[in-house]
């Protein structure tokens, strides 16, 4: 299972539940992208990140698209 390079952003489990509050299991997955991504200035390298991840990095400079 992939996770994110820098948060370690993973699927997460958890409960469905119904108006009439039956339950049943279900999972929330990220939204997560294969990107070639310098990482503070470091080498050029293909990492999964979550776009919630990327965009935060982009606009902030940590992350340099390669």
Do not use: C
Request: aromatic share 4%.
């Amino acid at each position: 299972m992939a996770k994110d390079a820098i948060t370690g952003a993973r699927t997460r489990f958890g409960n469905q539940r119904s108006h009439a509050l039956n339950s049943s299991r279900r999972s929330w997955k990220p939204n997560l992208q294969k990107v070639t991504v310098k990482i503070n200035g470091a080498a050029a390298k293909k990492v999964y990140l979550t776009a919630r991840t990327l965009k935060a990095g982009l606009k902030n400079g940590s992350i340099e698209r390669v």
